[in-house]
Each structure stands twice: as C-alpha cells, then as structure tokens.
C-alpha cells in the first residue's frame, strides 16, 4: 500500500521569500510522486513529477521538487514566492507501474503574505 | 494540450433527486478515468476507477448503487449520485488518462461543486 504524509496542513510566506512545501512518502514499490496545485473551486494541475532518473526535477512556474529516497521525501520549493503561487498544494505518489491511481496526501495551504 | 471538461460546474438539488455529473476527454481517448471526492479542506479521495466498456471499480467503502458510474465512450464518462443526501454534498473530480501510450499524463476537470438541500 502507499501513502503520502504533507506536514503542514497551512504554511505561510512573505512574497519574494522561499517557498518549502514537505511530503513524505510510503510505498513497498518504486514509487512514482506528483505534485498539484489547486485554486479554489477548480481541478488539479500538475506541478512536476518524478519517474525515473534524475532525483532533482523541475516543473512550471519556478517550483521544483527532489526525489530522496533514503528520506522517503518529496519535498516541492520555489526560491522566491509570488502572490500568485497561494493556493493548495497536493502531493500524490503512484505504484512504478504508472497505474495512474493516485494516491493523495492531505494538502497544505500555501498563503502569501505581502 | 489535452482537456478535460466537467459538467456542470456547480448544482444544487433537493434531497432525494438525482444528479448526472459528465466528465468529458476534448481532445484525447480517455481509456481509463477516475472519479473523486473532495470535502471542504480535505484531500482527494479516490471513489472509482472506470475503463471505457466495463464496469467500474470501485474503492473499499464507496456505494456502487449509490454512486453509478458509465463510462460508455472513450470520450465520455458519467457519475450520477442517486437519491443524493446533504452528506452528499461535496466537490466532485473526474481525471482522464489514456491515449493508447503506456504512462500517459492524467488531466483532471475543473471539478462539480455538488449541494444538497
């Protein structure tokens, strides 16, 4: 079974600051982890994601994410917060098969102070 | 890129109606699509999993009479809660993968806001 673990269900920065977003992962099988973002009242949109290969990986609108196994982390940053980046962050992990079943951490509220 | 449309965006019905949710491919055929729920500040949770001519699978929990699902096209995808009750009310989102690629990329909709009165 997989699971994914957010801590922090609400993390607050200033704009211009760094931006730590933490998800840990469970999985018996090489997992393949995700990130979304959702705005109120909307679906997800994909962040980036990690399969294979390199651990660092790099998605839109500055965010990247690295892949630590022996941590079991997935943690999402962005160097400097912009007003626009408040919103809910999901990480979500994947068996290596690439089922496509996600499965969903809890969220973290992202809040941009100005 | 690939779209996923849902329909409708929001609605509002009385207890014991039901309601049809569409979850739509614009662009691609969706072999497989997914159906989640999703209550006020919490996370996604997978209800079902639907492949196009088959029936869907449904999560340990999740009530199949309840929560029908008819995945009839490649394009096309629905979810009709039955004899909806307000703990029935939540936000809904369909994810739509397919493409006949191995590993293709997962497009969720924009999600129902469903309220039952």
């Known amino acids: 079974a997989q699971s994914v673990t957010q801590l922090g269900s609400h993390v607050s920065v200033s704009e211009g600051a760094l931006v730590l977003l933490r998800c840990n992962y469970s999985s018996s099988v090489p997992p393949y982890l995700f990130w979304y973002v959702q705005y109120p009242n909307q679906g997800l949109q994909l962040l980036l994601k990690?399969?294979?290969?390199?651990?660092l990986v790099k998605g839109i609108n500055g965010f990247e994410a690295e892949f630590k196994k022996s941590e079991t982390s997935f943690h999402l940053t962005k160097p400097s917060a912009h007003m626009s980046d408040a919103a809910e962050y999901f990480c979500?992990?994947?068996?290596?098969?690439?089922?496509?079943?996600?499965?969903f951490g809890q969220g973290t509220r992202l809040t941009i102070n100005p | 890129g690939a779209v996923v449309s849902q329909h409708p965006s929001w609605v509002i019905c009385k207890s014991g109606t039901s309601v049809k949710i569409e979850c739509r491919s614009l662009d691609f055929q969706a072999t497989t699509m997914f159906w989640y729920r999703q209550f006020p500040k919490q996370s996604l949770m997978l209800m079902a999993t639907s492949n196009e001519g088959s029936k869907a699978t449904y999560e340990q929990g999740v009530e199949k009479d309840k929560f029908l699902i008819n995945h009839a096209s490649l394009t096309l995808s629905t979810l009709t809660v039955t004899s909806a009750h307000p703990e029935d009310s939540s936000f809904y989102i369909c994810s739509a993968t397919g493409g006949g690629v191995k590993n293709s990329p997962l497009h969720f909709g924009n999600g129902t806001r469903l309220t039952v009165t």
């Open positions: 990690y399969t294979t290969g390199a651990t």
């Open positions: 979500a992990v994947s068996d290596a098969q690439g089922a496509q079943k996600l499965v």
